[in-house]
Nanobody, 125 residues
Framework: QVQLVEFGGGSVQAGGSLRLSCAGSGSTFAYICMAWFRQAPGKEREEVAMIHTFDSSTSYADSVQGRFTISRDGAKNTLYLQMRDLTPEDSAMYYC??????????????????WGQGTQVTVSS
């Protein structure tokens, strides 16, 4: 059973940077689709960034392309989301998620099998 724990959220001023981490356990993470999602109050959950741990292929939502970078450390079973040039519109609860081990990424839906508890990001203007 995949278990995911996010940390690294917090408050930052607009234009600032923040790095989120997601520690994985309970399974092998050598071949698995993982992603970050976010949800702001009153809004639907939004796809942010996705990565496949086998070849580190990535995909980003248009709203974060060029500002956010998803990466992973295989030795630590940890997923990262480096965020820069943050705006108040980036404020949300950020969730780490993954698919079943051994599966490819065929879209963000591939990474919605297991979820972390979320970490809050607040960007002030």
């Amino acid at each position: 059973q995949v278990q995911l724990v996010e940390f690294g959220g917090g408050s930052v001023q607009a234009g600032g940077s923040l790095r989120l981490s997601c520690a994985g356990s309970g399974s092998t993470f050598a071949y698995i689709c993982m992603a970050w999602f976010r949800q702001a109050p009153g809004k639907e959950r939004e796809e942010v960034a996705m990565i496949h741990t086998f070849d580190s292929s990535t995909s980003y939502a248009d709203s974060v392309q060029g500002r956010f970078t998803i990466s992973r450390d295989g030795a630590k079973n940890t997923l990262y989301l480096q965020m820069r040039d943050l705006t108040p519109e980036d404020s949300a609860m950020y969730y780490c998620a993954s698919g079943d081990p051994g599966r490819r990424c065929t879209g963000f839906s591939s990474a919605q099998r297991f979820w972390g508890q979320g970490t809050q990001v607040t960007v002030s203007s």
